[in-house]
């Protein structure tokens, strides 16, 4: 058994703040911004939290589904922002979407942890433990951002994306993923003083990044991850029809889109709106076009996830 994904859903806050609203917090302008990643605005919560955000999405991918909450058996959600360290934001969409027969928890790895967590989900279905799992990733990358350090505070957005995996018979699904502890220091995120992106910064805590060393990794290990998925599967890449990566820079894919030498239209890319949004940018992705109708059954899709850890993890599996 595999786990098809049977219906998505996406949530983002309607706050909108565009690169020129970031050119009056730090000495940054509209032009350096797209030019370096490709970002045009994102979306920041302000009342929303992200176990808020994650319900929200939950609720949409459930309705597409036309599956009663109550079957749904296990909830992942991937998050590093949760509002609370306990109890964890799964248990949280749980009581919000009414999954009252449902295990869940929290799933932590960055950037990468929506691939993570559908790895995991799909590793449970194989093995016949569950038969429906809801995959969420979540972030409010705002209340961990420092708003004064113009080489991060640009680059991230909050919102949520969920995926509702049903087990059916299907082509095997092919995963890998790799971790290396010893270059956490590249991307490190604080939790002990968290803050609303308009208050006063700390700088002993947020996000601290070696940008250069994280898109040097990144542009390296993400078309390695692919090779090796694309190995184990005895598949070629020609064969993929869509490589779903995570959005943090249009560089950094254009980068992996040149390494592998494919076309560049089989990565979509969506962070022009929504900017980097941690965990949540995969399943957004998946869903803006799951709704716009570009996936068709028997479709080839490659996940790919990437950042702090680091971690690095990918997924190939039918649509
Ligand atoms: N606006 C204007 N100028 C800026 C800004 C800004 N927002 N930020 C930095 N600069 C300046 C720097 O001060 C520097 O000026 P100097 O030459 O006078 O010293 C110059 O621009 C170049 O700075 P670099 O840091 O070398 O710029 P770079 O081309 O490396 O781009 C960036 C920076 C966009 C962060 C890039 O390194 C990157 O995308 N890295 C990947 C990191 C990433 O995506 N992280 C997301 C989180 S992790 C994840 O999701 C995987």
């Known amino acids: 058994m595999v786990g098809k994904i049977c219906g998505t859903g996406s949530y983002v806050p309607p706050r909108v703040m565009d690169n020129d609203?970031?050119?009056?917090?730090?000495?940054?302008?509209?032009?350096?911004?797209?030019?370096?990643?490709?970002?045009?605005?994102?979306?920041?919560?302000?009342?929303?939290?992200?176990?808020?955000?994650?319900a929200q999405a939950a609720l949409r991918a459930v309705e597409q589904s036309g599956i009663d909450p109550e079957e749904i058996e296990l909830i992942l959600l991937a998050t590093s922002?949760?509002?609370m360290i306990f109890p964890c934001a799964a248990c949280e969409v749980q009581k919000a979407i009414g999954a009252v027969n449902a295990a869940g928890y929290d799933l932590n790895a960055?950037?990468?942890?929506?691939?993570?967590?559908f790895n995991t989900a799909q590793?449970?279905?194989?093995?016949?433990?569950?038969?429906?799992?809801?995959?969420?990733?979540?972030?409010?990358?705002?209340?961990?951002?420092?708003?004064?350090?113009?080489?991060?505070?640009i680059l991230f957005g909050d919102g949520a994306g969920a995926a509702l995996l049903r087990a059916e018979e299907g082509a095997p699904v092919y995963m890998a993923a790799h971790s290396d502890g010893e270059?956490?220091?590249?991307?490190?995120?604080?939790?002990?003083?968290?803050?609303?992106?308009?208050?006063?910064?700390?700088?002993?805590s947020y996000i601290h990044m070696d940008g250069q060393a994280v898109f040097k990794f990144a542009v390296r290990k993400v078309p390695?991850?692919?090779?090796?998925?694309?190995?184990?599967?005895?598949?070629?890449?020609?064969?993929?029809?869509?490589?779903?990566?995570?959005?943090?820079?249009?560089?950094?894919?254009?980068?992996?889109?040149?390494?592998?030498?494919?076309?560049?239209?089989?990565?979509p890319m969506n962070l022009e709106e929504y900017a980097n949004t941690s965990a949540?940018?995969?399943?957004?992705?998946?869903?803006?076009?799951?709704?716009?109708?570009?996936?068709?059954?028997?479709?080839?899709?490659?996940?790919?996830?990437?950042g702090a850890g680091l971690t690095w993890?990918?997924?190939?599996?039918?649509?």
């Not at 869509?242 to 040149?258: G, S």
């Open 21 to 54: 609203d970031l050119a009056k917090l730090v000495d940054t302008n509209d032009a350096w911004i797209r030019e370096r990643t490709g970002i045009g605005k994102r979306h920041i919560a302000e009342e929303e939290t992200t176990s808020f955000m994650a």
């Open 81 to 83: 922002s949760s509002e």
């Open 110 to 117: 960055a950037c990468t942890g929506f691939v993570l967590a």
């Open 123 to 153: 590793a449970y279905i194989s093995a016949g433990i569950y038969k429906t799992v809801l995959v969420i990733g979540a972030d409010s990358m705002s209340s961990l951002v420092d708003w004064t350090d113009r080489g991060t505070c």
């Open 183 to 204: 270059k956490g220091p590249a991307l490190t995120g604080m939790s002990r003083h968290r803050k609303g992106w308009a208050e006063e910064s700390d700088n002993e």
């Open 224 to 267: 390695e991850i692919i090779e090796e998925v694309l190995e184990k599967a005895g598949t070629d890449l020609k064969e993929i029809d869509c490589f779903v990566l995570h959005q943090a820079n249009c560089r950094i894919i254009e980068a992996v889109a040149k390494r592998l030498e494919t076309d560049i239209g089989k990565f």
């Open 280 to 306: 949540a940018t995969v399943p957004l992705l998946l869903d803006e076009m799951n709704r716009k109708g570009r996936l068709q059954r028997g479709q080839k899709l490659m996940l790919a996830g990437f």
């Open 313 to 319: 993890a990918a997924c190939l599996f039918e649509w």
